[in-house]
Structure formats: structure tokens, C-alpha cells
């Protein structure tokens, strides 16, 4: 009987002492939660997995000596423009509907709209939002 109460005893206090721990550790899962990223973040995420080879990690050329013509520096989109980024124009090109007349010669830039709906794995509804995420994040590198 003295046994049974010890044990009781004991194991009161290892619930009481665990109690604590899990409640901490149930509460820390919760406020681990991640802010969804914004559109900059998703665009640079689709630039680094598509762009990041042929135009470099900031946009300034990477394997460009490599290619027969070399990729434009996309952090002067708003230079060689004016000072203005339409992205209009630059979602046209990123599709394929508006054919290059520089830095791509005869259109060896992939047609990122069928590439983007295949290796994303998304319906053409996604595309736009993929295409101006990747704007976003274009627009934000500008010099």
C-alpha cells in the first residue's frame, strides 16, 4: 500500500513537471508558422531555379560569354528603357508573345509562359501570377 502511494506520488509530479513541457512545446509549434512570401520573395525564387544560369545570380549576365548572343543585364531593364519598366513589355517577353530584337538573337531565350505551366507543374491560370512574381522581382533589382 505504502508502495501504491509513493508510485501515485511520484507520478503526480512527473505529470505535473511534463505538463509544463508540453504545453511549451505545443505552443512553439504553433507560433513557428512562416509568413507566406511575398511576391519579390516568389520571384526571386522562380529567377534563381529559370533565370540565374544564363542572365548571372544578380542579373548581370552570368554564363553570358558562353551563349552565341549574350543575355541583356536585366538590372538595366529601366536604364536601356528610359528609366521606365513596363511590365507589360517584359511579361511579353518572359511568354514568348514579343520576339527579341537583342540579347536573345533568334529567340534561344526559352518560352518561360510553356516552361513555367510544365516544370511548375500549374494550369494556365497560375502562369500570369508565376510571370508577374518574376516582374516583381525584376523590377526590385533595377539600377
Known sequence: MKNRTIFRKKLRWL???????????LANSCSNTEAPKSDV??????Y???????????????????LKVRP????????????????DEIYKIIDGEEALKAGHGDREMPIWGETLANS????????????????????SIQR
Open 15 to 25: 505529470l505535473v513537471g511534463l505538463f509544463p513541457v508540453f504545453f511549451l512545446l
Open 41 to 46: 520573395e516568389m520571384g526571386h525564387d522562380l
Open 48 to 66: 534563381i531555379a529559370y533565370c540565374n544560369f544564363c542572365h548571372g545570380k544578380y542579373g548581370d549576365a552570368g554564363v553570358g560569354d558562353l
Open 72 to 87: 541583356p543585364d536585366l538590372t538595366l531593364i529601366s536604364q536601356r528603357r528610359n528609366g521606365v519598366f513596363s511590365d
Open 120 to 139: 511548375e507543374n500549374i494550369d494556365e491560370v497560375m502562369v500570369p501570377k508565376k510571370i508577374y512574381q518574376l516582374i516583381e522581382y525584376l523590377k
